[in-house]
Nanobody, 121 residues
Framework: QVRLVESGGGLVQPGGSLRLSCSAS????????MAWYRQVPGKERELVAT???????NYADSVKGRFTISRDSAKHTVYLQMNSLKPDDTAIYYC???????????????WGQGTQVTVSS
C-alpha cells in the first residue's frame, strides 16, 4: 500500500509562487508516471501536469510557462513549482502516482488527500 502526502499549499497573492510537494511511502518497487491534478467545487478534476519515469513532462495549456513539475525518484517525491499565480489557479491540488510493489506486480494508481491553494489579494 502506498501513501501519498501533499504539502506546500496555502494562501498566496496574485503573482506569487508556491511549491507543492508530494511524497510517496510504503512498499514501492517502482514508480511510473507522477502527476498533479486540481479541482474546484462543482467541476471535474483537471489534469495539471505529468512527469513520466523518463522525465518527459506535459502541462495543461492554462499553466504552461508558469508551472514546472519535477521529481526526485530516490525520495519518491514529485514537486510542482507554481509561479505567477492567478486567482483561477485556486483549487485543491492532488498528486497521483502509478506504482508497483514488485518486479512482477501490477501497476496501480494512488492518490493523495489534496492540498488547498488559494490565490487572492
Amino acid at each position: 500500500q502506498v501513501r501519498l502526502v501533499e504539502s506546500g499549499g496555502g494562501l498566496v497573492q496574485p503573482g506569487g509562487s508556491l511549491r507543492l510537494s508530494c511524497s510517496a511511502s510504503g512498499n514501492i518497487f517502482s514508480i511510473n508516471d507522477m502527476a498533479w491534478y486540481r479541482q474546484v467545487p462543482g467541476k471535474e478534476r483537471e489534469l495539471v501536469a505529468t512527469c513520466s519515469s523518463g522525465g518527459s513532462t506535459n502541462y495543461a495549456d492554462s499553466v504552461k510557462g508558469r508551472f514546472t513539475i519535477s521529481r526526485d525518484s530516490a525520495k519518491h517525491t514529485v514537486y510542482l513549482q507554481m509561479n505567477s499565480l492567478k486567482p483561477d489557479d485556486t483549487a485543491i491540488y492532488y498528486c497521483k502516482t502509478n506504482t508497483k510493489r514488485s518486479r512482477t506486480g501490477n501497476w496501480y494508481d494512488s492518490w493523495g488527500q489534496g492540498t488547498q491553494v488559494t490565490v487572492s489579494s
